[in-house]
């Protein structure tokens, strides 16, 4: 296995010691690489970046290409007076990747990425947020609105275990509503404005035009429907762009929602995936069911 080089805890804001991320790569790769960002679930209360470096080493040594993986703020799993919600958790990914286009990676790594071939893995509620960024939330979350630039340079979006409809998850999973749910969103009777499902493609089609949807048939924090809905709605709104890639797999993963991110079968998926959207050797499309 190649050997992968980090650098840990790079600030991209000054506005919360929280905001940093973490770098790895293959040393002395070559420049202009592809960046692939792994985005953290948990809730939209828990998870570090830590928690996932050695999931982002084995991407980074199957690969070949650089990865990343920020923190955000996330909501109190105490009730305060004045909860950090929803947007803001997206707002600090959307003010991430928009640091991306401008930073430059120290030259003793000697493994610079491009910053216009960008490929995006959302894990559980940052499935979610993902979407709200990259699909037209506006009418809702304005504040989410990405630049034409960064529309541009994501080529593809991996969503695995992802929550989507969160008042299909509320029907399925009652007691997601007080465990966090009213605290990342606010007591509502309904969250249906924010169902990823009911957002339009960004700017005339300028949204990235490749997902890959995942599930393991094994999880049992968030259920099937919830992909199968928004792999759906996908194949809706890109019909007829002949370039798009949508496609999901539900059949090869076979362990617990967080489990997957351990195994070898999820790196390859994502392998498989982003080789597919670059057109490379069919050997390496062929990791990717049809």
């Not at 939330?137 to 275990?161: D, R």
């Not at 249906?192 to 700017?203: A, G, K, Q, T």
Request: a negative charge; hydrophobic letters at 40%; aromatic letters at 10%.
């Amino acid at each position: 296995m190649a050997v992968v080089s980090a650098i840990l805890d790079v600030p991209y804001s000054s506005a919360h010691p929280l905001l940093q991320f973490d770098y790895y790569c293959v040393k002395g790769n070559g420049d202009a690489q592809p960046l692939l960002v792994f985005v953290h679930g948990g809730a939209w209360r828990s998870e570090d970046k830590k928690d996932h470096a050695e999931f982002a080493q084995r991407l980074a040594a199957a690969t070949k290409y650089p990865v990343v993986v920020p923190n955000y703020r996330l909501t109190s799993k105490t009730r305060v007076e004045h909860m950090f919600r929803h947007p803001g958790h997206t707002e600090d990914i959307l003010g991430f990747l928009n640091f991306l286009g401008d930073w430059v990676t120290p030259p003793e790594l000697e493994a610079s990425f491009d910053p216009r071939e960008i490929y995006l893995i959302g894990h559980s509620c940052s499935a979610h947020m993902l979407a709200s960024i990259f699909l037209d939330s506006t009418h809702i979350t304005p504040s989410l609105t990405p630049p034409a630039q960064l529309l541009e340079a994501v080529k593809g979006i991996v969503l695995s275990e992802g929550i989507y409809d969160i008042d299909r998850l509320l029907s399925t999973f009652p007691p997601y509503r007080d465990w966090f749910i009213e605290d990342a969103f606010g007591a509502r009777e309904s969250y249906e404005p924010f169902d990823v499902n009911h957002y339009r493609l960004r700017d005339a089609g300028k949204s990235p035009s490749s997902w890959l949807i995942l599930h393991s048939k094994a999880d049992t924090l968030i259920d099937i429907p919830q992909s199968q809905l928004m792999y759906d709605h996908l194949k809706k709104v890109h019909e007829g762009n002949t370039g798009s890639i949508i496609v999901r797999d539900f059949d090869t993963l076979k362990d617990e929602h967080d489990e997957i991110l351990r195994g070898d079968e999820y790196v390859k998926l994502v392998q498989g995936f982003v080789s597919r959207v670059r057109g490379l050797t069919p050997q390496a499309q062929g990791l990717l069911p049809k």
